[in-house]
Nanobody, 119 residues
Framework: VQLVESGGDMVQAGESLRLSCVAS????????AGWYRQAPGKQRELVAA???????NYAEPVEGRATISRDNLDKTVYLQMRGLKPEDTAVYYC??????????????WGQGTQVTVSS
């Protein structure tokens, strides 16, 4: 199983970005998926998560500015970020709980996509 993120870019404060994460490989179904980020010198932190039935939660720093969504048929998870701030600068990682059959799952991570926000 591979997760590939895209959509990271260098933008000005106030602009928007849409990150995508596509899963491929031996996938029976995808469970909970999420986006994390890691800024230089800081620990990786949760940005947003979405369950397989569409329930979402957001970290406080992005509440109201981020929307996580998923397309189960395309095995893709999205993160729409609006009103970007310099403190949103980080490498953004996608993670998914991937089921290889009805019972067995593993957690997978993408390689990350860089988001840089200038003031």
């Amino acid at each position: 199983v591979q997760l590939v993120e895209s959509g990271g870019d260098m933008v000005q404060a106030g602009e928007s970005l849409r990150l995508s994460c596509v899963a491929s490989g031996g996938i029976y179904r995808i469970g909970t998926a999420g986006w994390y980020r890691q800024a230089p010198g800081k620990q990786r932190e949760l940005v947003a998560a979405i369950t397989d039935d569409g329930r979402v939660n957001y970290a406080e720093p992005v509440e109201g500015r981020a929307t996580i969504s998923r397309d189960n048929l395309d095995k893709t998870v999205y993160l729409q970020m609006r009103g970007l701030k310099p403190e949103d600068t980080a490498v953004y990682y996608c993670t998914m709980k991937v089921y290889s059959n009805y019972y067995n799952s593993d957690d997978y991570w993408g390689q990350g996509t860089q988001v840089t926000v200038s003031s």
